[in-house]
């Protein structure tokens, strides 16, 4: 089975551009998670969809905002860039809907960097 | 009361000595404990996992040690080796959240 994919791997932007970056779960599995991670913070959680509804929410400004289409492929959406969203983007996914106890299983990632 | 906190923040180890690294969390809510571990350019990928009722875990050379009382957790690499050098994260959440809330990384470094 492939894995969690993440596109594109890297990207530049500068301050005040929007972005957008694309997650696919492994086939079959319809939660999907994303992780901000930076030195500073370290992994924060930013949401999380299921069956294209979003389950559960981060502490992190509506700039941040997501969807995930029929088919569980999800994208993330970042406005207005600041040089704080510089960052590894991280996308989980996980096959079974009882909770965070099941794997999640994590892509390689997407480097945001904001000039 | 979300926060998981996690040291030490770096550990160097001899090959075949023992890395040990401890979590600790205060939210008693908090009913899933996994360990993920991420190398340079890749993802983090989970090692093992824990639920409170039970107070050890092992899987080969990775064993968790929870102490619920103390509300603290940790890992233990028995046999450490080069290739377990990467950085390790602990991690808690409620069982019914999808929400991993991380600790801030150990960076392991086995020496050959």
């Known amino acids: 089975k492939a894995g969690v994919t993440q596109t594109p791997r890297y990207l530049i932007k500068t301050r005040g551009q929007q972005v957008t970056l694309s997650c696919s779960p492994i086939s079959g599995h319809r939660s999907v998670s994303w992780y901000q991670q930076t030195p500073g913070q370290g992994l924060q959680f930013l949401f999380e969809?299921?069956?294209?509804?979003?389950?559960n929410k981060g502490n992190f400004p509506g700039r941040f905002s997501g969807r995930q289409f029929s088919n569980s492929r999800s994208e993330m959406n970042v406005s207005t860039l600041e040089l704080g969203d510089s960052a590894l983007y991280l996308c989980a996914s996980s096959s079974k809907t009882s909770g965070a106890s099941d794997t999640q299983y994590f892509g390689p990632g997407t480097r945001l960097t904001v000039l | 009361q979300q926060q998981v906190k996690q040291s030490p923040q770096s550990l160097i180890v001899q090959k075949g000595g023992i890395s040990i690294i401890n979590c600790a969390y205060e939210?008693?809510?908090?009913?899933?404990f996994p360990w993920y571990q991420q190398f340079p350019g890749k993802g983090p990928a989970l090692l093992i996992a824990?639920?409170?009722?039970?107070s050890e875990k092992k899987e080969g050379r990775f064993t968790i040690s929870f102490n619920k009382s103390a509300k603290q957790f940790s890992l233990h690499i028995m046999d450490s080796q080069p290739g377990d050098s990467a950085t390790y994260f602990c991690a808690a959440s409620m069982y019914s959240s999808y929400k991993l809330i991380f600790g801030s990384g150990t960076r392991l470094l086995v020496r050959p």
């Open positions: 969809y299921f069956s294209e509804t979003q389950r």
């Open positions: 824990i639920r409170p009722d039970v």
């Open positions: 939210n008693t809510a908090f009913d899933y």
